[in-house]
């Protein structure tokens, strides 16, 4: 209960809760734009949590993005920084050790 109220506290403060859900109603408003018009060259990680609603796949996401990096984590869901978070920072350390 502690570790749920500390990050609700941190939208709540902040007053950082509706720009954190835009991205959601956005995505319901117009869902055709949440595909990129241009390929994106900037270096991407993909994240895959078994416990999360929609994973990505991986021949969809390199259509349109500049994967460099792609895990398939065995445990962890929408919130991995909280719910796993040994796998999650090794993953991101793992993402950006070669782009230094």
């Known amino acids: 209960m502690d570790q749920l109220l500390t990050n609700v506290m941190l939208y709540w403060v902040n007053r950082t809760g ?11 408003q117009a ?11 900037v270096p991407t990680g993909v994240a ?8 990505s796949l991986r021949p969809h996401a390199e259509r349109f993005f ?3 990096h792609w895990s398939e984590l065995p ?8 719910e796993v978070p ?3 920072v090794a993953d991101v350390r793992s993402f950006f050790r070669p782009l230094r």
């Open 66 to 68: 500049n994967i460099v």
């Open 18 to 28: 509706a720009s954190s859900a835009r991205l959601y109603w956005e995505r319901r």
């Open 75 to 82: 445990r962890g869901g929408h919130f991995p920084a909280m």
């Open 48 to 55: 895959n949590y078994p416990g999360e609603l929609i994973r």
């Open 31 to 41: 869902p055709e734009t949440m595909v990129p018009q241009r390929p994106v060259t």
């Open 86 to 88: 040994d796998l999650f």
